[in-house]
Structure formats: structure tokens, C-alpha cells
């Protein structure tokens, strides 16, 4: 048996989450929080009496693309949370 097989076998067993997943859970994690924090500047601009009309409507666009890609990255997150389901086979595990 190969190293590489032992230790997929051995994740498998113990039901640990590969590695590089929880790399990309925590990157989206903070992309979702700047997104955020860039959102609520925004809206604290629009609240602001002084801003020009052109302004205004640019502002308006950007929350938009932000409030998509907020509910983008949730629902990627949602999905790598979500474990993984088997795909009907069934391995025979010698112990």
C-alpha cells in the first residue's frame, strides 16, 4: 500500500475534511467580511446628503455587485460545508 492510498484511507476512516478545503473555507470567510465592511461604507455614503447625483447611482451599482457576490460566496461556502455524499459504493474495510 502507497503512502498516498494509507493516508486517504486513514482521512476516510477518521472522517477528517481535506486540508485544502479548509484553506478555501476561511479565504471566502474573509472575502465575505471585507465584502461586507466595503457594503455597509457604502451605504453609509449614501446616507450622506452631500454626495452628487452621478455619484449616487455609482454607489447604488456597487452595493449591487456586492450584495451578489456576498450571496455568491455564502452559497460556495454552504456547499463545501456540506459533506461530501458517497456515491453508492460501498468499501470493505479490513481491520
Known amino acids: 500500500m502507497g503512502v498516498k492510498r494509507f ?13 485544502s478545503e479548509e ?3 476561511k479565504a471566502i470567510k474573509k472575502l465575505i467580511k471585507k465584502l461586507e465592511a466595503r457594503r455597509a461604507e457604502d451605504k453609509k455614503l449614501l446616507l450622506s446628503k452631500d454626495i452628487k447625483n452621478k455619484t449616487r ?3 447604488k451599482e456597487d452595493l449591487q455587485l456586492i450584495h451578489y457576490q ?9 456547499s463545501l ?3 461530501k455524499e ?7 474495510s479490513n481491520f
Open 7 to 19: 493516508v486517504k484511507d486513514v482521512k476516510e476512516v477518521l472522517g477528517l475534511a481535506d486540508f
Open 23 to 25: 484553506k478555501k473555507k
Open 57 to 59: 447611482k455609482e454607489v
Open 70 to 78: 456576498i450571496k455568491k460566496g455564502k452559497k460556495l461556502l454552504e
Open 81 to 83: 460545508e456540506k459533506p
Open 86 to 92: 458517497s456515491k453508492g459504493k460501498v468499501k470493505n
